[in-house]
């Protein structure tokens, strides 16, 4: 599935846009990382770096930091918080964000969704269950002991700054998924593997308004 330009509203359209996400070069976040490598798939060539119209994709990244540039089409990102929303105005193009919290706090957007659900518009192989319970954690806890706790429990470890497509054949290679980043969840619902939330340490690091906020969206 390919289309190379993206229509805005009815009468409007842009050939191409920056695709706007969070980007840590460092450590590389599974959950926004799935921007670089799903959308190029859907849409084609529309992207360029150059660009100043926005597609702010997957991610809790909507707040009052936007760039106030000509456009920014919104597919399925999320609110960061409410104590420092955007200013929607009419260079917003929303076509459905992450989850009922969000559409609430930007004015009742009537689609809800988050944006990695459309991996599944790609075509995936079927993959064996090598995995009993895998765990994903968040990615900035990483360098945790997770490893050694997997190792004792008899869990499966996946590593959230390995690349998109490792991760989410890991995910699906598994029968059930233990997850403190969110997107391990939303990527096993996404291919039915059922989930679970832990909740550790990513408060202390991540406003916790903010993780509880985004898990309840």
């Given at each position: 599935?390919?289309?190379?330009?993206?229509?805005?509203?009815?009468?409007?359209?842009?050939?191409?846009?920056?695709?706007?996400?969070?980007?840590?070069?460092?450590?590389?976040?599974?959950?926004?990382?799935?921007?670089?490598?799903?959308?190029?798939?859907?849409?084609?060539?529309?992207?360029?770096?150059?660009?100043?119209?926005?597609?702010?994709?997957?991610?809790?990244?909507?707040?009052?930091?936007?760039?106030?540039?000509?456009?920014?089409?919104v597919f399925?990102?999320?609110?960061?918080?409410?104590?420092?929303?955007?200013?929607?105005?009419?260079?917003?193009?929303?076509r459905f964000?992450?989850?009922?919290?969000?559409?609430?706090?930007?004015?009742?957007?009537?689609?809800?969704?988050?944006?990695?659900?459309?991996?599944?518009?790609?075509?995936?192989?079927?993959?064996?269950?090598?995995?009993?319970?895998?765990?994903?954690?968040?990615?900035?806890?990483?360098?945790?002991?997770?490893?050694?706790?997997?190792?004792?429990?008899?869990?499966?470890?996946?590593?959230?700054?390995?690349?998109?497509?490792?991760?989410?054949?890991?995910?699906?290679?598994?029968?059930?998924?233990?997850?403190?980043?969110?997107?391990?969840?939303?990527?096993?619902?996404?291919?039915?593997?059922?989930?679970?939330?832990?909740?550790?340490?990513?408060?202390?690091?991540?406003?916790?308004?903010?993780?509880?906020?985004?898990?309840?969206?």
């Open positions: 599935m390919c289309c190379r330009t993206i229509v805005l509203g009815e009468q409007s359209k842009v050939d191409s846009v920056k695709l706007f996400y969070y980007c840590n070069k460092k450590f590389p976040n599974f959950g926004d990382e799935i921007n670089s490598f799903l959308w190029p798939q859907l849409f084609g060539d529309v992207f360029d770096e150059r660009d100043e119209d926005l597609f702010i994709g997957i991610g809790t990244i909507l707040d009052q930091r936007i760039p106030a540039l000509d456009k920014k089409i399925g990102a999320g609110v960061r918080s409410i104590a420092c929303l955007p200013a929607i105005d009419e260079t917003w193009d929303i964000v992450r989850g009922e919290r969000s559409a609430a706090a930007l004015g009742n957007c009537e689609s809800i969704c988050d944006g990695a659900y459309c991996l599944r518009l790609l075509p995936w192989p079927v993959l064996k269950k090598r995995h009993k319970v895998s765990f994903v954690p968040w990615f900035l806890n990483r360098g945790l002991e997770w490893k050694l706790a997997c190792r004792k429990a008899g869990f499966h470890y996946i590593d959230p700054c390995r690349s998109v497509c490792d991760i989410i054949d890991e995910i699906r290679s598994s029968e059930c998924i233990i997850a403190e980043a969110m997107h391990g969840a939303i990527v096993a619902d996404c291919f039915r593997v059922p989930w679970i939330r832990i909740k550790s340490l990513q408060h202390q690091i991540e406003a916790e308004g903010v993780t509880e906020w985004k898990w309840a969206d």
